[in-house]
């Protein structure tokens, strides 16, 4: 059983694509990483897009898609909690209600706290000179930030990168993209990750433009936007 998981588990993993940083002309693209920087599930819907708050600001928020989808998850866990308590044919029955409502109260409370989680924008403001993922609680770099969530000058973010990975599909593989943060070190931090090029390009090119940074666009011709 475990060796049947540890294979699921495998599938389900992202697979990385060939890519020749060297095409970039850039050191920091030679010592950049190119593989996944997301191992998670493929990306099926647009989370986030971005939006020009004004002329010193940029950030990503979350979607029409996701405000959508989190309306209809809710919907769905709270109906039958709420039809569940006021039912009459259920009135008296404790345990039945009891065993109704616990796995119901679980589901909502996970979903508020992805709801929070994922909610939280991505922004880059010139003024502070910072990017910071959600609500900046300092202006001081770094400060009472989470290590991998702590507040990034934007003078060490060197490029954009995009790129293509196989994800596992219900039968077969199709491409995801990627757009990730690089930092002058080579660090990188994964921004996006979706299933359609179309829903990537454009943002990474406002973005790059914002910063007046290179996008690397690793993407080739037959890299494009296959349908999962």
């Not at 996970?110 to 300092?138: C, E, I, N, Q, T």
Request: aromatic share 12%; net charge positive; proline share 7%.
């Amino acid at each position: 059983m475990f060796k049947w998981l540890r294979r699921q588990i495998e599938k389900g993993r992202p697979r990385p694509i060939n890519i020749d940083p060297a095409q970039f002309n850039d050191p920091v693209a030679i010592k950049t990483g190119w593989e996944p920087a997301y191992d998670g599930p493929a990306g099926n819907v647009r989370i986030y897009t971005l939006v020009a708050q004004d002329a010193h600001k940029m950030v990503f928020t979350m979607s029409g898609a996701s405000y959508l989808f989190w309306f209809v998850y809710f919907l769905a866990i709270t109906s039958p909690l709420i039809f569940g308590l006021t039912s009459d044919n259920l009135k008296g029955a404790i345990p039945v209600i009891v065993i109704f409502a616990i796995p119901c109260i679980l589901l909502i409370s996970v979903g508020f706290w992805a709801f929070w989680y994922y909610s939280r924008p991505m922004v880059f403001d010139k003024r502070s000179g910072l990017y910071h993922r959600g609500k900046l609680k300092s202006t001081a770099y770094g400060k009472r930030q989470k290590k991998d969530e702590k507040a990034i000058p934007l003078d060490d973010i060197h490029a954009l990168q995009i790129i293509p990975k196989l994800v596992r599909d219900e039968s077969d593989y199709c491409y995801n993209y990627e757009l990730n943060m690089v930092l002058k070190n080579g660090d990188r931090k994964n921004l996006l990750n979706v299933d359609r090029l179309k829903h990537v390009m454009p943002e990474a090119n406002r973005l790059a433009s914002f910063l007046e940074i290179p996008a690397w666009n690793a993407v080739t011709e037959t890299e494009g936007d296959p349908k999962c």
